[in-house]
């Protein structure tokens, strides 16, 4: 009889895990899965925030802006003709006292453009007079910025040859004695 007790509980527990393990096999597979999902995510952030570091080390801080559209094309200029026989125009500031101002100054036009030569020529009097006059109507403070002075004296030049002739004024020397 105690062979028989001792097999009929054998076979409660062989039956047991059997069923435990038929029970067993769903919620097994769903945890391996889950455990491989978790491992392949881990992965990815491990490598991601390693790629991330190396990148940031490399990059040693330096920040790149992008360029500026001026960076990104530089054109040629367009060729000019340069009238650059004006000469040496003196004139005084508005300061007190006044101060020298002695410049040289050329006009860009058109290339191969006569009519525009001639007007200049008929008109270098009246033209040395006009620039003459602009600077002794500035400051000497005034006097730095050669770009804002090319603008005006392009302007004024223009107006006396009649017309947008002058493409370009360059003041070739600036030189200021006080």
Known sequence: MAREENNDL??????????????RLVPEIIIKILKWTALGLFAIIFVSTISWIVFKISEGGKRNPAPSSSDIYIGTPEPLDWYKTLGEIRSSTKDSPPATVIVSVHFGYEKGNKIISQSISDQIPLLRSEVRKY?????????????????????????IIGGQGIDKVVIDSKNIVE
Do not use: G, M, R
Not at 10 to 23: A, H, I, P, Q, R
Not at 140 to 154: H, M, P, T, V
């Open 135 to 159: 600077f002794d109507s500035k400051y000497k403070s005034e006097l730095a910025n050669e770009d804002i002075l090319c603008s005006d004296i392009k302007q004024i030049v223009n107006n």
């Open 10 to 23: 054998n076979n409660e527990l062989n039956v047991e895990t059997t069923s435990t393990k038929k029970n």
